[in-house]
């Protein structure tokens, strides 16, 4: 799951197991679905100062519940045939 900082300031995210994630603004972090339902973390989307990927697939359309994924296993955002870079002399 990906979360975005919509303030102007950076935020530091308090997530489950003692860790944080640093967000300068406007940029976006991962962050596991158990973290989504961490008090500190609910209490920053419903202020709207991050928001989830999970809310920008419902807020798009409905697509009968389902999450959309951008990328994973089988995803790449490359040139498609998967050719070797060169090196070396030419």
Known sequence: ????????????????????LF?????????TAKSLEHPPVVKL?????????EEV???KGDNGGKTVPSSGPGFSGGAPG?????????
């Open 1 to 20: 799951m990906n979360i975005t900082n919509k303030t102007k300031k950076p935020l530091s995210v308090p997530l489950p197991g003692g860790k944080k």
């Open 23 to 31: 967000l300068g603004p406007g940029k976006t972090g991962q962050v």
């Open 45 to 53: 989307l419903e202020a709207g100062d991050i928001m989830s990927s």
């Open 57 to 59: 697939v419902t807020r």
């Open 82 to 90: 998967g050719a070797p870079r060169q090196s070396g002399d030419r």
